[in-house]
């Protein structure tokens, strides 16, 4: 089974808009970690966020923000103000410490074109 | 430079081939992977190296060989490989477990 599930294969957004990403994950652990990466064309993934499973305040980082419930096993990354620079796709994973923290768990990313 | 390098970037070969990839980091991280992300399937993890000895090796078939002679290099050596190897090779490296992991821009690598 999918352990991080991101059901948006391809969003397109008209530059000024906001959008949320979704992820939703799948773990038996209680500790574990969340990150957020970022894949622009030139093939290089940026890192933006990481989140341990004990701390759910959501956090805010200039026009991103991410939205971390456990709730429900999201954490929603939103980008407010879109920007043509957006433009990449965007992936979520997941570090259980059962399984090792070396093993990092990808979602299957979101492709995000900012339209001008 | 700064930050983790891949060469080559681009990479052609037959089948019958031998070759290599590189990676270097220079984050003074202990810890440092291989990744193979193909079309439409989530990133795969293949091996990962901390300080230097290999911790996981996520049923990788042996006609990929990896190698981590110290905490700032490591390599992809790659021999007999088929067609559906092809994809792009990251590389990543992190300060230790848990933490965020830093990638490098990737070998495209094409078998013909």
């Known amino acids: 089974a999918q352990k991080v599930t991101q059901a948006q294969t391809e969003i397109s957004v008209v530059e000024k808009e906001d959008v949320t990403l979704d992820c939703v994950y799948e773990?038996?652990?209680?500790?574990?970690?969340l990150f957020w990466y970022k894949q622009p064309p030139s093939g290089e993934l940026v890192f933006l966020i990481r989140?341990?499973?004990?701390?759910?305040q959501n956090e805010i980082s200039g026009r991103y923000s991410w939205n971390f419930q456990k709730s429900t096993s999201s954490f929603n990354f939103t980008i407010t103000a879109s920007q043509v620079v957006d433009s990449a796709v965007y992936f979520c994973a997941l570090s259980e410490v059962l399984t090792g923290a070396n093993n990092l768990f990808f979602g299957t990313g979101t492709r995000l074109t900012v339209i001008p | 430079e700064t930050g983790v390098t891949q060469t080559p970037r681009h990479l052609v070969m037959g089948m019958t081939n031998k070759k290599s990839l590189k990676c270097e980091q220079h984050l003074g991280h202990n810890a440092m992977y291989w990744y193979k992300q193909s079309a439409k399937k989530p990133l795969e993890l293949m091996f990962v190296y901390n300080f230097k000895e290999q911790t996981e090796n996520n049923s990788v078939p042996s006609r990929f060989s990896p190698e981590c002679p110290n905490s700032s290099h490591l390599f992809l050596h790659l021999h007999t490989l088929q067609p559906e190897d092809s994809a792009l090779y990251l590389c990543a490296s992190s300060l230790r477990a848990y933490n965020e992991q830093f990638f490098g821009p990737g070998t495209r690598l094409t078998v013909l």
């Open positions: 989140r341990n499973s004990f701390d759910e």
């Open positions: 773990t038996r652990d209680t500790t574990y970690y």
